[in-house]
């Protein structure tokens, strides 16, 4: 199935992220290309589960992976989840590779998060020696964080509180100096240990990482 009949599928409101990064040249250089993706990642102490998953084969092409249904119970559910990796290196035709993953309905921390389409792409090229990278035709739709619906054009790495839980990241772009990063949902779990007061003064709360989600990722590069 194409990406493209799979968005419509979903009924994705793109997101205008138009914007295309600028990389420095990279003009007579050898270069190597990269693209993954994947549905759903989940870590904690006793976790570390990634579903479904492609990575760009050494020889560039394409890799796929597929699942109807990923589900980590308690943490998140997924249905319709597709991702991609497609693209190759050529220092004499300008390379080009992106990831891209598509989500159908999505449920994170028993309904504390919820959307029902989700796309990641993240795309880089080299063109006469200059390279791009950009995270246009991400989106995200009918997403509701713990009962607040989002606009379908939230920001790049807006971040939203989750009291009692850490917080999520929201359409998160890392940039490098060879490509992009995309996380469309990006949920952070952190615990806080309080901290204590004694005669001698006290001591501040405790701030522990205890786990993340990723629903929706997306790299590529080019160097």
Partial sequence: MKIGTIR???GVVSLVLPIAWMLAPVAGQAQTAR????GVAVR???INEKSPYAVLPA???MAEDQAQSVSVAGLVAAQDVFAIATGAADATYGS?????TTLGRVSILSGLITADGVVAMASSAVDEGTASANAAGSSL???VV???SMPSNVAPNTKVSLPGVGYVVLNEQIRSASGITVNMIHVVQQTVSPGTCTLLGCTPDVTTTTGEII???ASSGVN
């Fill in 215 to 217: 629903v929706g990722s």
């Fill in 8 to 10: 419509r599928a979903l």
């Fill in 141 to 143: 739709a009918n997403l």
């Fill in 35 to 38: 693209a993954e993706s994947y």
């Fill in 44 to 46: 904690t102490a006793t």
């Fill in 96 to 100: 080009s590779v992106e990831g891209t």
């Fill in 146 to 148: 713990n009962g607040v």
């Fill in 59 to 61: 020889d560039g092409a």
